[in-house]
């Protein structure tokens, strides 16, 4: 199925912005939706809409039903062993929030080290910042090459005995960096860490194995790989996983309440109090069967493809700095000389197209790159080389617009 074929199955593509075809290169915030998964989440509130796990009529059965189904799609799209180490969360914030209170706090004391990098997005840095805090710990930062990737053997002089927790993204949602996330657990796994992994950005995009990776925790979206918003995953070890405590108490993760102790329900239940994301998780298994019949090889390989020809149709346009290594996922991050980014969305949304542009939930990362802010291109499975040479048109004509003189 190419691109134009995939395009048909996303009602949202075919509309104008401002007169203009709609040019969505967003998706790395959020991607938009086939019909598959809004038919899925239309069924289940037409046809069997009801809680899960303690019903026993009907419709309570079919909810349940299609709830663990998906956790199972989950299961096997990660391959993880059992569908005990597959948590529903709210989604990537949620779910290393979630490691960094359970695990991290009970953990960590004082003279223990947490690894991380500079490009980490926010929400894979103000936890740890906030475990560090209360634990004592250290946090320290794997320096950055200077095209934004890592060295490993800079990997090996930041990991030493006192680390006990690694945590890296698997992609920039900045650089587009794919990071060697399997090699740098090696290492930190050697020294006696754990290793947790952001897959919010690389999860959509690539095929992923926590098995291989050997990853002890990963934590994905739901609304960046076709799904919807408001769920994630947690995926962690059944080992460390069972010595963990809740961070949510309430219903449906309760095995026997007393009036001053309550014990909890086995895995994944436990880490899922109150009444579940039932719907979003409905659509995140037919965001996977969506995902799944293109195949992740086949999606990761046509951004390659647009990222490439979008860097090379960039460079012919005098003053656009690009930022990231050369290989990369389909994330094209940038800037025009004397123009805010700002005024870059604002002039390309005017021609129809939508892009991100500020810091990107990356302060520490835009510092890295002396810049405040800048604008990003994003790929998905739906865009074209004909929507990049627009986008092209349109960087032409911000800078017409704001007196550049060619």
Request: net charge negative; hydrophobic share 40%; aromatic share 8%.
């Amino acid at each position: 199925m190419n691109a134009q074929e995939v395009r048909k199955l996303f009602p949202i593509l075919h509309q104008e912005v401002n007169g203009k075809p709609l040019v969505y290169f967003d998706s790395a915030a959020t991607s938009q939706k086939p019909v598959p998964v809004i038919e899925a989440l239309e069924k289940y509130y037409r046809e069997y809409n009801s809680n899960v796990h303690r019903g026993v009529h009907t419709l309570g059965t079919r909810a349940t039903d299609a709830y663990e189904g998906a956790r199972e799609k989950v299961r096997r799209f990660i391959n993880a062993k059992s569908t005990q180490e597959v948590i529903f969360t709210r989604g990537t914030t949620t779910s290393i929030n979630t490691v960094a209170a359970s695990y991290g706090l009970s953990n960590l004391s004082e003279g223990d080290e947490i690894v991380i990098t500079p490009m980490e997005h926010h929400s894979n840095i103000i936890p740890w910042q906030q475990v560090a805090k209360k634990t004592g710990a250290t946090l320290k930062y794997i320096p950055l090459k200077e095209d934004g990737s890592i060295d490993l053997q800079d990997v090996e002089s930041t990991i030493t005995e006192h680390t006990k927790i690694v945590s890296v993204m698997q992609v920039s949602n900045v650089l587009g960096t794919i990071n060697p996330v399997k090699e740098i657990g090696a290492i930190a796994h050697k020294h006696g860490a754990i290793m947790v992994v952001d897959g919010a950005q690389s999860t959509p995009h690539l095929k992923v194995d926590v098995q291989d990776l050997d990853c002890d925790f990963f934590a994905f979206s739901s609304h960046k790989m076709c799904g919807p918003t408001g769920i994630g995953v947690l995926f962690g070890k059944k080992a460390l996983l069972n010595k963990m405590e809740p961070v949510e108490f309430g219903g449906e993760m309760i095995d026997f309440v007393d009036l001053y102790d309550s014990t909890w329900k086995e895995l994944p239940w436990k880490f899922e109090g109150g009444t579940p994301i039932i719907a979003g998780a409905i659509g995140l298994g037919a965001a996977i069967d969506f995902l799944s019949d293109i195949g992740l090889d086949n999606i990761h390989r046509h951004e390659e493809e647009l990222a490439k020809y979008a860097i090379e149709q960039m460079s012919e346009i005098e003053g656009i700095t690009i930022y990231g290594p050369k290989e990369r996922a389909g994330i094209v991050t940038f800037n025009i000389d004397d123009v805010h980014p700002h005024d870059v969305a604002t002039v390309l949304d005017a021609e129809g197209i939508a892009v991100r542009a500020g810091h990107h939930c990356a302060q520490p990362l835009m510092k890295w790159l002396n810049t405040s802010s800048t604008a990003r291109a994003s790929f998905y499975l739906y865009n074209t080389k004909d929507e990049i040479d627009s986008f092209v048109k349109g960087l032409v004509t911000t800078k017409e617009y704001f007196g550049h003189v060619f």
